[in-house]
């Protein structure tokens, strides 16, 4: 069946403007999830949606951040006023309980 | 929060030789994935171990949970082995990674 998929696959954007990066779980599963990796590092854990409870918010780095998740399916992560340091891969997975999925990434570049 | 370290941190194979990584982490565990990202940045599971050994063709796990270690081990590697392999464990709700072994297979 379909993995995750996100979109855009690579966005490039000037300092101090918002993005909007989606991601498209598998069919069924409850949980999703964002990370970020910077170049050579490993992930880092933003932020994990379980069905209709709260969200874990622990991992945004700052309140530039945010994230919803529509009808428990797609999800969209949105930086606001971009900078620099918020170059990296931005990468979603869902789960249908202990294993995770990852979509492609989104490989976002702020000049 | 839980620490998780990976060692060695690069390797350099020559095709048909056998590779084991290790992966420490610092404390109890929910449970313990095995990922292979490859030269394109994908992420593939390989194993969801939180104990006990699993096997799938070329690879094997072994995760030893009251000891806070798991072993990847890669057989007759292939130059399509190559990439980077990444341990994660789940403490709560998420996933903390160790910081890779980078693994490059020559022909």
């Known amino acids: 069946g379909a993995g995750v998929s996100q979109s855009p696959s690579n966005k490039v954007t000037e300092k101090g403007k918002d993005v909007e990066l989606r991601c498209d779980p598998i069919s069924g599963h409850t949980a999703l999830y964002w990370y970020r990796q910077s170049l050579g590092q490993g992930l880092e854990f933003l932020i994990y949606?379980?069905?209709?409870?709260?969200?874990?918010k622990s991992g945004l780095p700052s309140d530039r951040f945010s994230a919803e998740r529509t009808g428990g399916s797609v999800s969209t992560l949105t930086i606001q006023r971009t900078q620099q340091e918020d170059s990296a891969v931005y990468l979603c997975a869902s789960s249908p309980k202990e294993t995770q999925y990852f979509g492609p990434g989104t490989r976002l570049l702020v000049l | 929060g839980i620490q998780v370290e990976q060692s060695p941190p690069d390797l350099i194979l020559q095709e048909g030789a056998n590779s084991t990584l290790r992966c420490n982490f610092s404390d109890s565990v929910n449970n313990l994935q095995w990922f292979h990202q490859n030269p394109w940045g994908q992420l593939i599971n390989l194993f969801y171990?939180?104990?006990g050994t699993k096997q799938n063709g070329r690879l094997s796990a072994t995760t030893v949970a009251t000891e806070r270690y798991s072993l990847l081990y890669i057989s007759s590697s292939q130059t399509t082995d190559s990439g980077v392999y990444f341990c994660?464990?789940?403490?709560?709700?998420?996933?903390?990674f160790g910081e890779g072994t980078q693994l490059t297979v020559n022909p």
């Open positions: 171990i939180p104990s």
């Open positions: 949606f379980q069905g209709n409870s709260a969200p874990d």
């Open positions: 994660a464990v789940t403490s709560g709700s998420r996933l903390t």
